[in-house]
């Protein structure tokens, strides 16, 4: 079934032809019709910066490990045109012209491989008649367009050359004879037999192997230059399995070729592939189309446009890209290991069920941001490192996320499934061990645990459901949920700001320094001494004249501290997990309340009337330790 749905998605797609690949070519070799070298020169495009980067264009794909296996009439120096293979760097002097035995068989046998061309032609071929008359001259005219520099020359001997008629701006080995001529090779080569399609059902010419492979850089885990989607090396006598290769999954070239192909073009393709900690998913449609909807993952807009665009799918209207929400939603998440290709997970289904997973999962993870409410989600990348270390190595920042973070994310967005609840005791454990971050680097701490509060509340969304069990918060401020331990967290936030608003930047250790991780962990550790200072901080306040404020701040935390009643002693992950997402919420409500009073403030001084009395705390929006003294 993958095979298929990625052998039909090649129709669609930019693939390269079959049997063919795209990689750079960054040598040019030119012929005279009489058969005579005239340049050899470099084959790149400078781009605006002024960096030259070598062409890349598709070229005959072949598998080498310890077998001669040449290219039609492209290859490296070594193969198309008798280098020398270039010593270790460092070395002595590279003379190209010296090649060994091993050389001498490659150029051999990429010169026969041009012969067999010339003879299936029909018609003679002006170019092709060139290659074999430079060939027969023993590379005549090679040594006066050879680069002089070494490095050059090194380079040349493993890079690939496309060969040109003089006159002709297209390259040999693209002309369409080359491309037939390749094609039925790479058939030859990998189909001794017929039979029924297991993939398309057809009956067709039958591969005992995958031609082609997927490039390692697009294979997480693999271990070798390409990655075979399935083969079976050796017989399984414990299974009673006697047969190797592909004997006993039937796969035709066409289905073979087109699949690995569509593959590659998926995987290297940033608007269809995601990758996580060790695997790589990619998804398509049958159609063809490419609806945007899904980079939503990568780059979530305001909630307003998310929640127009998922209202415009609960409706049933088509997506951008002429997508019907009919059309099959496939995706496939992969790994390698060693030279094949690992399956993680399938996803066979249609765009609207996709679509309507993708919703759940913003509506299950949305929070509303610390002094920026319409921003309710972060990139699943950084809610998935969100959950994990962060450090510092030679100046460069590092995040990693927890192992399967990514994938299990990204099943929750596309299937609906919810991730491991290992996850919530990550996330608090980071949000404990990162809240001095918030006054070193407040800008990425805001990120952070914006990105730890949503993946909280998508988990606790998706937790199995019993009877008794606390509600989840919204997505703001949810001055309904009456939960002891959304409440504490709450609690804490209100004290944290009350502190600040007493003492402003005159304090060395706020509460938030010394005791956030407690007050998290076991609530009633701290709350004689959170009191205590609460008291003191409210009477400077009132005698600071700021009665008003003291008055505002009393009447939130008497009201918190008689909903909770009796305090908490100790929360376990789940509890410590809505512990955060109140802190978290009561802060950004706070922010918002404090924006709102600034600008009625402003409208009133614009109007030349007198500001009106109120609860004037969080003038600004600040990190919880910012504004401790430095030592």
């Not at 910066?49 to 077998?67: H, L, S, Y």
């Not at 593959?263 to 063809?288: F, K, M, Y």
């Not at 992969?334 to 913003?362: K, M």
Request: net charge neutral; hydrophobic share 40%; aromatic share 6%.
């Amino acid at each position: 079934m993958i095979i298929r749905a990625l052998a039909d998605a090649a129709r669609h797609l930019d693939v390269p032809l079959d049997g063919y690949q795209v990689k750079a070519t960054p040598w040019a070799l030119t012929l005279s019709p009489a058969g005579r070298a005239v340049s050899l020169v470099p084959l790149e495009l400078t781009g605006a910066d002024g960096k030259a980067t070598p062409i890349r264009q598709a070229v005959p794909k072949v598998t080498r490990t310890v077998n001669v296996a040449p290219q039609l009439a492209c290859d490296t120096g070594v193969y198309a045109i008798g280098m020398a293979r270039p010593p270790a760097a460092g070395s002595d002097r590279y003379d190209w012209a010296a090649p060994g035995a091993r050389d001498i068989e490659c150029h051999a046998a990429w010169t026969q491989m041009a012969r067999d061309w010339a003879a299936s032609l029909a018609e003679p071929d002006d170019g092709v008649q060139a290659l074999l008359a430079w060939l027969d001259s023993g590379r005549l005219g090679l040594a006066d367009v050879m680069p002089e520099a070494d490095a050059d020359r090194r380079a040349l001997a493993i890079g690939n050359v496309a060969i040109y008629a003089q006159g002709d701006p297209g390259p040999l080995h693209l002309r369409p004879s080359a491309v037939a001529f390749w094609q039925a090779h790479v058939n030859a080569a990998k189909s001794h037999h017929r039979g029924p399609c297991s993939s398309c059902g057809r009956e067709s010419a039958l591969v005992d192997t995958f031609p082609t492979g997927v490039p390692k850089r697009l294979v997480p885990g693999a271990g070798q230059a390409t990655v075979a989607l399935t083969s079976a090396n050796f017989a399984t006598s414990s299974r009673d399995l006697k047969i190797t290769q592909l004997a006993n999954a039937r796969i035709c070239a066409a289905c073979a070729l087109g699949g690995v192909a569509a593959l590659t073009a998926l995987a290297d393709d940033r608007n269809h592939s995601w990758t996580g900690d060790d695997a790589r998913t990619v998804w398509w449609l049958r159609s063809g189309a490419a609806p945007s909807i899904f980079s939503l993952l990568d780059a979530p807009p305001p909630a307003e446009d998310v929640r127009r665009i998922f209202d415009q799918v609960r409706a049933g209207a088509p997506l951008d890209g002429l997508a019907s929400l009919d059309d099959e939603y496939y995706a496939l998440t992969f790994s390698g290991r060693g030279p094949r290709l690992i399956v993680r997970s399938w996803v066979d289904t249609t765009l609207g069920e996709a679509a309507l997973s993708l919703a759940a999962y913003f509506d299950d993870s949305a929070v509303a941001r610390i002094g920026q409410p319409e921003r309710q989600w972060q990139p699943l990348w950084k809610i998935a490192k969100s959950a994990g270390t962060r450090r510092t190595k030679s100046g460069t920042v590092l995040e990693e996320a927890p192992h399967g973070a990514h994938d299990a994310l990204l099943r929750a967005a596309l299937t609906g499934s919810s991730p491991a609840q290992g996850l919530l005791a990550c996330a608090t454990a980071r949000s404990r061990a990162e809240i001095g971050l918030a006054a070193d680097e407040p800008h990425a701490w805001r990120d952070r645990e914006h990105a730890r509060a949503c993946l909280v509340r998508l988990i606790l969304n998706r937790s199995p459901q019993w009877k008794g069990r606390p509600p989840v918060p919204g997505p703001t401020l949810d001055p309904d949920n009456h939960d002891p331990a959304y409440l504490c967290g709450r609690l804490f936030a209100e004290y944290e700001g009350l502190q600040r608003s007493a003492l402003g930047s005159d304090v060395n250790a706020t509460i938030t320094d010394r005791v956030y991780g407690k007050a998290m962990v076991s609530p009633l550790m701290v709350y004689p001494s959170l009191d205590r200072l609460g008291k003191a901080h409210l009477r400077k306040l009132r005698t600071s004249g700021k009665e008003g404020a003291a008055a505002a701040i009393d009447r939130r935390v008497t009201s918190l501290v008689a909903s909770i009643g009796p305090i908490p002693a100790a929360l376990d992950v789940s509890g410590q997990a809505r512990w955060m997402l109140g802190y978290y919420q009561q802060r950004a409500a706070s922010a918002a309340r404090a924006h709102a009073a600034k600008e009625a403030k402003e409208a009133s001084a614009a109007a030349g009337l007198p500001p009106e009395p109120g609860d004037t705390t969080e003038q600004q929006i600040t990190s919880p330790t910012q504004t401790r003294n430095q030592p």
